[in-house]
């Protein structure tokens, strides 16, 4: 089994940042790519931004240049770097890993609300 376990969201004013971890623990035996992706109410499921275990990365386009997704392969933890926040990036955000010969997980969501 795999826990991951989410931090750093919140209320946050138009303009401001927050910074998400996300720490994965237990039966990893080889992490191919952390992920982050987030849920507005109302609508789909959405990626916003993937690093692999070799630092590769992508974006949605709605946050480049704004987000920056970081990792640490020795901690299994990954890190989502928000600023310039708008109110459309309120959503409930979950972080996802992709592991080799085993299930993926997500997480339990961290709720980010961002005030006009």
């Known amino acids: 089994q795999v826990q991951l376990v989410e931090s750093g969201g919140g209320l946050v004013q138009a303009g401001g940042s927050l910074r998400l971890s996300c720490a994965a623990s237990?039966?990893?035996?080889?992490?191919?790519?952390m992920a982050w992706y987030r849920q507005a109410p109302g609508k789909q499921r959405e990626l916003v931004a993937r690093i692999t275990n070799r630092g590769s990365t992508n974006y949605a386009d709605s946050v480049k240049d704004r987000f920056t997704i970081s990792n640490d392969n020795a901690k299994n933890t990954v890190y989502l770097q928000m600023n310039s926040l708008k109110p459309e990036d309120t959503a409930v955000y979950y972080c996802?890993?992709?592991?080799?010969?085993?299930?993926?997980?997500w997480g339990q969501g961290t709720q980010v609300t961002v005030s006009s």
């Open positions: 237990g039966s990893i035996f080889h992490m191919k790519a």
């Open positions: 996802y890993v992709d592991l080799a010969f085993q299930s993926d997980y």
